[in-house]
């Protein structure tokens, strides 16, 4: 299973901390089959900690990271100072990447989903935990298959979310 490779969670610290919260949860729960870096438990860091001491200890992390996730919430697009920078490094680093609708829809959401990631290949799923553990399972190997000059949105089909008993 791939997301044992350590997966990065990129989200709204602010408006987004609820969505977080659940994935830690299914982390936590012995009976969940789901695991990611918790890239937000940086110590020492404070909020005392200055930007490029953040960004540094941000980019040890996605060193060591195979996939990420980027929770979408309705203010994500307008975020730069970090989750703009985060998702930059991840397309340079070359990192799959799941972005993952707090909305539900099941394709990018235009009017959500932050401008440096449109037209790149990445899979988009609705905040369920099934699918967001398919992708985490099949994405990167998708993604590391895929041909490199291929772009845009990715999404699974109805069938899959049939499948997975998602309705």
């Not at 870096?37 to 195979?66: F, Q, S």
């Not at 991840?90 to 932050?114: E, H, M, S, T, Y």
């Not at 994405?139 to 999404?155: L, N, V």
Request: charged share 30%.
């Amino acid at each position: 299973m791939s997301y044992r490779n350590k997966t990065y969670v990129i989200f709204d610290g602010d408006e987004d901390m609820w969505a977080y919260r659940f994935m830690r949860g299914w982390k936590a729960n012995d009976n969940i089959d789901f695991d990611f870096l918790d890239a937000h438990d940086l110590k020492p860091l404070t909020d005392k900690a200055g930007e490029e001491t953040v960004k540094r200890r941000l980019r040890e992390r996605l060193g060591n990271t195979k996939q990420a996730i980027v929770l979408i919430g309705e203010k994500t697009k307008n975020l730069h100072r970090f989750v703009r920078w985060e998702l930059q490094a991840c397309i340079d680093k070359d990192i799959p990447l799941v972005a993952v609708n707090l909305n539900g829809l099941r394709n990018q959401d235009a009017d959500r989903c932050p401008p440096v990631i449109r037209d790149k290949y990445v899979v988009h799923v609705p905040f369920k935990l099934k699918i967001i553990q398919y992708a985490l399972d099949n994405f990167p190997g998708e993604y590391s298959r895929r041909d490199k000059t291929s772009i845009g949105a990715r999404h699974y089909n109805e069938s899959l979310y049939r499948d997975l008993g998602i309705v």
